[in-house]
C-alpha cells in the first residue's frame, strides 16, 4: 500500500511563490514516476506537471510552464512542486499522484496512487 501526503500549500498574494512537498510512503518511490495535478471548484482535475523515475525528465502543463519547477528527491522519498509568479488563477487544490510506470505523462487515468490533497489559494 502506498501512501502520499501533501503539504506547503496556503494562501498567498499574485506574484508570490509556494513550494509543496509530497511524501511518499513504502520502498519502490524511486521506481515510479510522479505528477502533481489540480481541481478548481467546478473543474475538472487537471495536469500541471510530472517527473520520471529517475527525476531527469520532466513536463508540464503550458499553463505553468516557466512558472513551475517539479523535482524529486529518490533518498527521501520526496517530490516537490516549486510554484512562482503565482496567479489567481492558480487557485485549486493540488494533488501529487503516483504514476503506474517510469515516464512522464499528463494522462490522469495512468496516475494509480493519490494523496489527499492542499489547497492552494493565490489572492488577487
Known amino acids: 500500500q502506498v501512501q502520499l501526503v501533501e503539504s506547503g500549500g496556503g494562501l498567498v498574494q499574485a506574484g508570490g511563490s509556494l513550494r509543496l512537498s509530497c511524501a511518499a510512503s513504502?520502498?519502490?518511490?524511486?521506481?515510479?514516476?510522479m505528477g502533481w495535478f489540480r481541481q478548481a471548484p467546478g473543474k475538472e482535475r487537471e495536469f500541471v506537471a510530472a517527473i520520471s523515475a529517475s527525476g531527469v525528465t520532466t513536463a508540464y502543463a503550458d499553463s505553468v510552464k516557466g512558472r513551475f519547477a517539479i523535482s524529486r528527491v529518490n533518498a527521501k522519498n520526496t517530490m516537490y512542486l516549486q510554484m512562482n509568479s503565482l496567479k489567481p488563477e492558480d487557485t485549486a487544490v493540488y494533488y501529487c499522484?503516483?504514476?503506474?510506470?517510469?515516464?512522464?505523462?499528463?494522462?490522469?487515468?495512468?496516475?494509480?496512487?493519490w494523496g489527499q490533497g492542499t489547497q492552494v489559494t493565490v489572492s488577487s
Open positions: 499522484a503516483r504514476r503506474d510506470g517510469v515516464t512522464t505523462t499528463p494522462t490522469i487515468h495512468t496516475y494509480d496512487y
Open positions: 513504502g520502498r519502490t518511490f524511486s521506481s515510479y514516476a
